[in-house]
Antibody, heavy 123, light 107 residues
């Protein structure tokens, strides 16, 4: 079955970097784009951007430029999110979510989602 | 950016109740509206796409409607497993934006 499995929780100090991985299985990885979504503690969902898994071209939402990098390792069907110069406000659960696009209506949605990776930034 | 506003933000209801959650977009998004359910400590799961299409495997007590700026998610008869937080999301244009969520609690 289609599944996204993310790497485990991380505890980092301010100023450090972190890499979150999202390994896909059950489908052709390069046929579907991948999105990243952030959820701060007790808060709602915030779209961070997406990466074209065919070309590797990333698109970042405002507020997620500079310190945030989306990348791929297509050899192992994995999408990665790297955050550098971590700040306390980066503490959140980060989700990857596969894009599902229906050509007939030019609409897309997110399904499935990874289980989430908690990144905690604390000194 | 398109702002998505859900109402109510929280809701108490009983098993068997009919519940409606509203989502309003700050500008027209046609029918590019999706709904997700999130249970505590879990990832969101897709319920409805393109406003009124039920995702495979989702019970038929869930239904969605609307177009333009106003949308609704209805649960016809609440079951214990439906108590969760619900989010709407527009996929009309990037940045894709979510509503703030509606927390559905047991009365």
């Amino acid at each position: 079955q289609v599944q996204l499995v993310q790497s485990g929780s991380e505890l980092k100090k301010p100023g450090a970097s972190v890499k979150v991985s999202c390994k896909a299985s059950g489908y052709t990885f390069t046929s579907y784009a991948m999105h990243w979504v952030r959820q701060a503690p007790g808060q709602g969902l915030e779209w961070m951007g997406w990466i074209n898994t065919n070309t590797g071209n990333p698109t970042y939402a405002q507020g997620f430029t500079g310190r945030f990098v989306f990348s791929l390792d297509t050899s192992v069907s994995t999408a990665n999110l790297q955050i550098s110069s971590l700040k306390a406000e980066d503490t959140a659960v980060y989700y990857c979510a596969r894009d599902w696009f229906l050509t007939a209506v030019s609409a897309n949605w997110f399904d499935p989602w990874g289980q989430g990776t908690l990144v905690t930034v604390s000194s | 950016d398109i702002q998505m506003t859900q109402s109510p933000s929280s809701l108490s209801a009983s098993v068997g109740d009919r519940v409606t959650i509203t989502c309003r977009a700050s500008e027209t998004i046609s029918s590019y509206l999706n709904w997700y359910q999130q249970k505590p400590g879990k990832a969101p799961e897709l319920l409805m796409y393109v406003a009124s299409s039920l995702q495979s495997g989702v019970p038929s007590r869930f239904s969605g409607s609307g177009s333009g700026t106003d949308f609704t998610l209805t649960i016809s008869s609440l079951q214990p497993e439906d108590f969760a937080t619900y989010y709407c999301q527009q996929s009309y244009i990037t940045p894709y934006t979510f509503g703030q969520g509606t927390r559905l609690e047991i009365k």
